[in-house]
């Protein structure tokens, strides 16, 4: 732990400017982002006695080894500029919501020549038309199932709509009419765009122009007799009616708002939203936060508001960059002002309600009105969203990995059986996996205080001496360390991002910093991006085995000269701990937290090894005639194959047909030609989704991770 004297700037180094700040620890990783009207006063309170401040204050401020602060023209530049740093660093130190579910969206692909509608979830895409969130995906598919018979427009995949548009023949939904079928001419491609912007339209709440037109229809067929016509309107307009009854009118028919609200105590907090488009509930969405920073209920609506609503900066900014036509443009300015309505409604107003409500006006492009309800309709909502939260929390403290307090627990176990300096708030494990030798792989995944950080997942593929993989299983695990931690050496080397201080006078600041360690002061606001993932080591690592793992580890540290990183390994039979150069492992209870937090770190690298080992022994299993066209990369192929559909049709095609495809030139267009021609006697598969070309590999046993105290032979 760091003494905050050591990296304090000197006096009147700080501007009193408003601006965004960062605090970075002794590997330069960005661990905490704020932003301050005065910077001056707000880094002031960093620097006070230590004993004064909040243990979670406490816990980052001894943690940090510099500070660095970034001057900005107004407040909302600096609300802008924290939520991209925080999106950026993924600072641990910082008040970070995580969804209690991941939630599906209608989806209308509107940037597409033929629209689709679907079900997706994850980041948004520009050009597309999202609606809800939905609270499960058969609600979407029931919505979506009604409407189909007005609105018949395309739900298939890529794949499905070229193979009909080949073959001239509708898939299923065609024949049944609940598809307009342009793949085969039947709707020309701009009738099935309007028509995808009419289903949109109905989905964002103008849903009486098209009842209306619809009994029109009706009438007048039934005037002209013609009866089964005038049925098959009126069953749609009851399909119409069934879909929107699924949304309950809550709030006048004008009304667009998002209501927020929160409910919490001194360690976590779970918000819930409600989405209200055209007076109806059109989605509804979930997060949990566990409170790692002293904030208030203002400053964590203000965090909140920047999550929610700042994604929508970054699909605008998207958008801009993206190659959209006309029409995507304008669905995408739609979506725009779909995602941030005119009322946002807050349990309680953030620090300085001025602010956030003229970025979000900037955001949406119009006037946006922040306040909390207080009467009416809205408040009683409100006290219903806040039903919703309390419940959501509720559910939440059951879950035992999502317990601050167990997981405190499990690393300060961890931390007293292995003699540590500190908690692992960082731990690696490792974990090697094939099938009697062949296809070796290896996994690295990270928990991060007690939490798994699948983005930081790593995979390696054994590759040995002689490039035909490793002979055991030690060996294995010495060549994934050496390569993990040479990659280490090398990023914290190679990378410019921190300056480094490498003087020894103390100055004003305060005792010396030493040698190579981050000097505070000023940085700009667009610099280089965040270090490469290696560039950081973790407080342990954990092997997957006993001791001849443990042993192979260590050498391979050693031949590094890693000497700040401790290591052990969890063997599976006994559940035994070893430690390097122990005779006897260390015990754990079966109980403790400790070990149940080391099991399910190498559980979770026993899962992700068979995973990578099974898909590249998957890649294995199948070959093409393309893979060995030199100048041929993937994603040539795969434009290759979707615009010819097969290998066999491929290889029909002259020079100049095979030039024409998007990223081929003639030279690598001649080097297909002179492939397939050499093999023109060869059996063909025919398939429109990839390689035509497959035969079958090496298919035997299922794949094996060994982890017990002996080395496991690799391969015959």
């Known amino acids: 732990m760091a003494d905050p004297a050591t990296y304090r700037p000197k006096p009147g180094e700080i501007p009193t400017s408003p601006g965004v700040y960062r605090f970075r620890d002794a590997h330069g990783r960005v661990i905490y982002v704020g932003k301050a009207k005065n910077l001056r006063a707000r880094l002031s309170n960093y620097f006070q006695d230590v004993a004064h401040l909040h243990h979670r204050t406490q816990s980052m401020v001894t943690t940090a080894a510099s500070v660095e602060w970034t001057v900005v023209g107004t407040e909302v530049e600096a609300l802008a500029l924290e939520y991209s740093w925080i999106k950026e660093y993924d600072p641990r130190f910082n008040v970070k919501y995580r969804d209690d579910k991941s939630y599906p969206y209608l989806a209308v692909t509107m940037a597409e020549e033929v629209p689709r509608a679907q079900v997706m979830r994850g980041a948004k895409r520009p050009g597309t038309r999202y609606f809800g969130p939905y609270g499960h995906a058969w609600a979407i598919r029931e919505t979506l199932d009604l409407l189909l018979r007005v609105f018949p427009i395309r739900t298939c995949s890529a794949g499905v709509y070229r193979r009909a548009h080949q073959t001239g023949r509708p898939c299923l939904l065609g024949y049944i009419d609940k598809c307009s079928a342009p793949c085969v001419g039947r709707i020309g491609v701009d009738e099935h765009k309007q028509l995808a912007q009419d289903f949109c339209d109905f989905m964002a709440g103008d849903t009486q122009r098209f009842e209306r037109r619809l009994t029109a229809r009706m009438n007048e067929a039934a005037a002209s007799m013609e009866y089964e016509q005038a049925a098959r309107l009126r069953d749609d307009i009851q399909a119409l009616r069934r879909a929107t009854e699924k949304n309950a009118v809550v709030l006048p028919d004008a009304t667009d708002a998002d209501i927020f609200a929160l409910a919490g105590d001194e360690l976590e907090a779970a918000v819930q939203v409600f989405h209200v488009r055209g007076g109806r509930i059109r989605g509804q969405r979930g997060w949990v936060v566990e409170k790692v920073e002293d904030v208030t209920d203002a400053e964590l609506v203000e965090h909140l508001l920047q999550q929610v609503y700042g994604a929508v900066e970054d699909a605008r900014a998207a958008a801009a960059e993206a190659d959209l036509d006309a029409e995507g443009r304008a669905a995408s ?87 540590l300096e500190s908690a692992p708030l960082r731990i690696e494990c490792y974990d090697i996996s094939h099938t009697q030798g062949t296809y070796q792989s290896a996994s690295m995944v990270v928990f991060e205080d007690g939490l798994a950080r699948k983005s930081e997942y790593r995979t390696f593929s054994v590759r040995g001496p002689e490039g035909d993989g490793a002979r055991d299983d030690t060996a294995a695990m010495h060549e994934v360390i050496t390569r993990r931690f040479r990659r ?71 031949e590094l000269g890693v000497t700040d990183v401790a290591l052990c390994g969890l063997a599976k039979r006994l559940e035994e701990v070893w430690v390097p150069g122990e005779d006897y492992p260390v015990i754990l209870q079966r109980s403790s937290e400790g070990l149940y937090l080391l099991q399910r770190v190498r559980d979770e690298a026993h899962r992700f090894a068979i995973t990578q080992h099974r898909r590249r022994r998957s890649k294995g299993m199948t070959s093409s005639v393309l893979d060995d066209v030199p100048g041929l990369g993937p994603t040539r192929r795969k434009a290759l194959l979707s615009t010819f559909g097969s290998v066999k049709r491929l290889r029909a095609a002259g020079v100049d047909e095979i030039a024409q495809v998007r990223g081929m030139g003639r030279r690598t267009a001649e080097a297909v030609v002179a492939a397939l021609g050499g093999d023109a006697g060869a059996p063909e598969t025919d398939r429109s989704e990839g390689p035509s070309d497959a035969v079958p590999a090496d298919a035997g046993s299922a794949p094996t991770s060994h982890d017990g105290a002996g080395p496991g032979m690799l391969g015959a």
């Open 333 to 419: 300015r739609r979506e725009t002002r779909d995602a941030v309505p005119r009322e946002v409604l807050v349990p309680v107003l953030p620090p300085d309600p001025g602010q956030m409500a003229a970025w979000l006006t900037g955001l949406r492009g119009a006037r946006v009105e922040l306040r909390v309800p207080q009467r009416g309709d809205k408040r009683e909502l409100a006290a219903t969203v806040l039903k919703n939260a309390e419940h959501a929390l509720a559910l939440h403290r059951t879950r035992r990995a999502g317990d601050l307090t167990t997981r405190s627990q499990a690393l300060r176990e961890i931390q007293e059986a292995l003699g």
């Open 488 to 558: 280490y050496l090398a990023d914290r080397l190679a990378s410019g991002e921190v300056e480094l201080d490498d003087s020894d006078d103390s100055g004003d600041a305060g005792p010396a910093r030493g040698p190579g360690r981050p000097r505070s002061g000023e940085v700009p606001a667009e610099e280089p991006g965040e270090r490469k993932r290696f560039a950081y080591p973790p407080n342990l690592v954990v092997v997957d085995g006993g001791p001849p793992q443990v042993a192979a580890a260590q050498r391979a540290l050693d």
